[in-house]
C-alpha cells in the first residue's frame, strides 16, 4: 500500500519560511518522479513543482524563485523549501508521487497524500 504523509505546514508570517516534507513508502521512491501541488477552496488544484527520479528540477512560473523541491532517496522523503512566504501561497499543499520517472504535462499522477496546511499571515 502506498502512502504519502505531508507534514511541516502551519501558521507562518508574510515573509517567513517553511519546509514542507513528504514521508513515502509502499513504492520505490527513488525510481520515480514527485511533485508538490497546491489548492485553495474553490479553485482547481496547481502544480508547483516537480523532481525527476534522476533529480531534474522543473517549477511553476508562480513557484520560481521563493520555492525549492528536493528529495532524499535514502530518506524515502520529498521535501519543499517555501521562502519570503506571501500572502497569496495560503493553501493546502500536496505530495504527489507520478507514474514515471520523470514528469511532463501529459504524466499521471498516480498517489497523493492527504494535504498539508499552509497559512500565511499578512
Known amino acids: 500500500q502506498v502512502r504519502l504523509v505531508e507534514s511541516g505546514g502551519g501558521l507562518v508570517q508574510a515573509g517567513g519560511s517553511l519546509r514542507l516534507s513528504c514521508a513515502a513508502s509502499?513504492?520505490?521512491?527513488?525510481?520515480?518522479?514527485m511533485a508538490w501541488f497546491r489548492q485553495v477552496p474553490g479553485k482547481e488544484r496547481e502544480f508547483v513543482a516537480s523532481?525527476?527520479?534522476?533529480?531534474?528540477?522543473y517549477y511553476a512560473e508562480s513557484a520560481k524563485g521563493r520555492f525549492a523541491i528536493s528529495r532524499d532517496n535514502a530518506r524515502n522523503t520529498l521535501y519543499l523549501q517555501i521562502d519570503s512566504l506571501k500572502s497569496e501561497d495560503t493553501a493546502v499543499y500536496y505530495c504527489?508521487?507520478?507514474?514515471?520517472?520523470?514528469?511532463?504535462?501529459?504524466?499521471?499522477?498516480?498517489?497523493w497524500g492527504q494535504g498539508t496546511q499552509v497559512t500565511v499571515s499578512s
Open positions: 523532481i525527476s527520479a534522476g533529480g531534474f528540477t
Open positions: 509502499g513504492r520505490p521512491f527513488s525510481s520515480y518522479a
Open positions: 504527489a508521487s507520478v507514474e514515471s520517472r520523470t514528469m511532463t504535462p501529459l504524466s499521471r499522477v498516480a498517489y
